[in-house]
């Protein structure tokens, strides 16, 4: 099995009800373009041997360019529906260019023609809302015109919760991210990160994946999110010591988690995020899977083979756990108890590593062929839509998901003239 297709778990598959087959020819049409194998490491990634990095933009170089237009800097805005029928039917979108003049994109009149939306878990729910589809309630509150009722649009919303364990080390690490990972009985993802304090000023500036300028608002409450939360941690880490990254951590995600939120539109203007909550950790099964992972991550750093590598004293739990929260990951405001309460200690350290899906969930706001219930030529395809986030990380399945109903589509609208 290839390095793409390898976290995609099997089970994931049979969940969705995804042609096994076509899967399996899905994902090598993704690797032949984007994946490498440098000279300087024996994984696959995506970047060449030059250190050239290669995206999902490439797959478009497969297209037919004379079938083909893409617009950059291009924002949609809302999508445009006729609802004179019995059932309202998509037949565009207005977007707005890089000068902010808008346009008008509109569909040609075969039957078959569609908008597909791809803006992900937190997009996608956010145009459907924007353009009339969601909770009449909340729609109506922003004197948004309801184009279909759809409690559940932006429901459901799901986020691995990541936990850190900091490693101490008197010896030089180099920097990498998460090369490894170890699975537990219980669902939980034992990963690392190390490397991040290269200089004195490397971690006053940024840390990488565990830096919150860089995305951990999602972790507190909507309410909380603020620039001045961000202006204040920024302050304070100027005073962490650079002993508080000189080392790595050990990661701790809980898969699958049952905890879930929603999302809500904070007004009509698709450029401002909308009010996200994941409410990690609500469910009691997610908080206990943390803390056997804290408990597990714990013990591998105070494990003989672990001091003898990084040259330390075996450390006690508390003070690892206080060693970690030094490391100040996250802006969520600390408790006096989070070295004596692993419970505690999950709570208030979680960071995402931005795995969200959900919001868009088959069965409620679209079919399993992915078409948006209750409105005619729309469909979804993109993470908003999955149950779970499948394996260590969704990226290469949602890139194969493209493939996949690309080749579904065109499969149902001509059949095997289709060719594919």
Known sequence: MSSLNIYMEFRFIQKVGWD??????????????????????????????????????????????????????????KIVFDTRGKRPKAVGVIFQDENGKQHEALLGNDRQSEVIVSSGAI???????????????????????VVLDNPFVGKGMVD????????????????????????????????????FSQSNNSIHCHHGILSAEIGQLSTIPPKQRSIEAVKAFVKNKRDIPVEAFRGGFILSKVSNPWSAGDLKLINTNVEDNPAVTFNYFSNPNDLQRCVEGIQLATKVVQSEHFTNYTMCNRKTTEK????????????????????KSLEQFCRDTVITIWHYHGGCHVG????????VLGVDRLRVVDGSTF????????????????RYMGVKILRDRLGKLAGI
């Open 320 to 339: 690892l756990l206080n060693l970690t929260l030094k490391a100040n990951v996250n802006l969520i405001p600390k408790h006096g108890n989070d070295t």
């Open 364 to 371: 409620k706001v679209v079919s399993p062929d992915y078409k």
């Open 160 to 195: 691995n919760p990541m936990n850190t364990i900091f490693v101490p080390s008197n010896r030089p690490v180099y920097q990498s991210l998460i090369e490894t990972v170890g699975i537990t009985k219980l669902g939980v993802y034992i990963e690392a990160s190390s490397g």
């Open 20 to 77: 096994a087959e076509l899967v399996n020819k899905s994902y090598p049409w993704v690797e032949k373009q984007i994946v490498h194998r440098p000279n300087f490491s024996g994984w696959w990634n995506h970047f060449d041997r030059f250190g050239r990095r290669h995206t999902a933009a490439e797959l478009l170089a497969s297209g037919n360019p004379d079938k083909l237009t893409v617009l950059v800097h291009a924002t949609v805005q």
């Open 387 to 402: 149950p779970e986030s499948p394996g260590t990380n969704p990226q290469a399945t949602v890139m194969m998901m493209g």
């Open 123 to 145: 997009g996608t729910p956010q145009l459907l809302m924007l353009s009339g589809i969601g909770p009449k309630a909340e729609l109506q509150n922003l004197n948004i015109s």
